[in-house]
Structures are given as C-alpha cells and as structure tokens.
C-alpha cells in the first residue's frame, strides 16, 4: 500500500474550520482514502473514505485532488472534543482486509 | 447499536501468566481484526479473521501469541507465558466485508500491563 505523509501537529480555535492536510503521492487508482481519528485512551474512530470524489458525511469532509496525490479532511467548526491524533490511511478496494496501516498521523489540538 | 465490546478494559499481571483478551464484534460483520498499539510501534495488525477464518496471522509477533474464533460474535487472544514487552494497548475491530472499502470499527481496547 502507498504511504502517506501528514504534518505531526496542528493546532485549531474551537469554532473555525479545521483543514487536516494528507500527502499521498505513490497512490495506486485501486487505493481509497480513509481517514481515522483516536481520542486519548479510546479505539480508533472512523470518520470517511473516499476513491476521487470529495465525500461529506456527518463528522467532515475529503478534498481529493484531482491527481489524488493528496487529500485534506475538513472539521467545519471544530470543538474542544476534536482534539485527537487524526490518520490518514490508503487502502487497496477489495485487496486484503488487512491492509489497515496506521502511520504517526497528526495530532489536533483544538483551543478555545 | 452496540459497537465492538472489548473485556478486560484493563489487566494487569506478572510475566509467565496466560491473558486471555476477549472481543464481541458488532453483530452482522464478518470480519475481525486484533490490533497492538505501543508507544515505540504505534498501531500495528496482529491477526484478521474472515467468516470466522483466520486469514493472514503475519503480524503475530510470536508463538506465544494465539487467537481463535469460535463463531461470528466472539474472539479471543492468548498470551501464553506472557512477557513484560506484551504490554501494550490491544484494539479488537469489525468490518462488514462487502467489496473490501468498508470501514473497521475500533474496540476501545485491553490496557495490558505485564509485570
């Protein structure tokens, strides 16, 4: 799977729009973008995915370059309870279901 | 819904004694995977099972290390001796297997502490 490259720390003011940048440039046409978040002491959380359209759900948004070469996931109004380590993962469709590779990811810190 | 439900939330005990970490997926997926987090390794894949089949155990770190899945809604994962580099946090997580892009949906884990 190709590796993907993020900033170690961001920080937020709670209220405004966190942008949460991904690199991913060896991505394969066949790789998704999921993007995972852990809030201390709890499981990884899902939060989206995405192929090459840009996806909304209830939590955020994915911004996927045209080239997919890197993606950026958006918290429209961040809240204190946001702050946590945020991954971004890309995964082969329909490859093995193993393939989940957690990097470092970047640690969000939201302020008031 | 209930999500994947983890016991021990926490365990502590010495080296050379059997854990037995223990995981209910959520009702309905297929697929269940074992995860260890560590401060030095960060998040890594142990083993994933699929229609209760173990399919890749690669990343058991050794012999010591087993994991069954007697059916759908139960696993478990055996240390056994267990040694005090096993400390870690253990995350169990399902997955719908329905084209391979569904999510896994995270436990919120085993503090394991072995002395």
């Known amino acids: 799977d190709a590796k993907t490259t993020q900033p170690t720390s961001m920080d937020c003011a709670e209220g405004r729009a966190a942008n949460l940048p991904c690199n991913h440039s060896?991505?394969?046409?066949?790789?998704?973008v999921y993007w995972y978040r852990q809030i201390h002491s709890q499981g990884p959380q899902y939060i989206i995915h995405?192929?090459?359209n840009n996806e909304t759900n209830e939590m955020a948004s994915l911004i996927i370059t045209e080239d997919r070469k890197s993606s950026t996931l958006i918290l429209p109004h961040a809240t204190l309870r946001d702050t946590a380590v945020y991954y971004c993962i890309v995964r082969v469709y329909g490859g093995s279901q193993g393939n989940l590779i957690f990097g470092k990811g970047t640690k969000l810190s939201v302020k008031p | 819904d209930a999500g994947v439900i983890q016991s021990p939330r926490h365990e502590v005990t010495e080296m050379g004694q059997e854990v037995t970490l223990r995981c209910k997926p959520i009702?309905?997926?297929?697929?269940l995977f074992w995860y260890r987090q560590t401060m030095m390794r960060g998040l890594e894949l142990l083993i994933y099972?699929?229609?209760?089949?173990?399919?890749?155990d690669s990343g058991m770190p050794e012999d010591r290390f087993s994991a069954k899945m007697p059916n759908a809604s139960f696993s478990t994962l055996k240390i056994q001796p267990s040694e005090p580099r096993d400390s870690a946090v253990y995350f169990c997580?399902?997955?719908?297997?329905?084209?391979?892009?569904?999510?896994?949906?995270f436990g919120d884990g085993t503090r394991l502490s072995i002395l």
């Open positions: 060896t991505i394969s046409g066949n790789e998704y």
């Open positions: 099972f699929n229609n209760n089949v173990p399919i890749d």
């Open positions: 997580a399902s997955s719908h297997d329905r084209g391979g892009n569904q999510p896994q949906h």
């Open positions: 995405g192929l090459k």
């Open positions: 009702s309905g997926h297929n697929s």
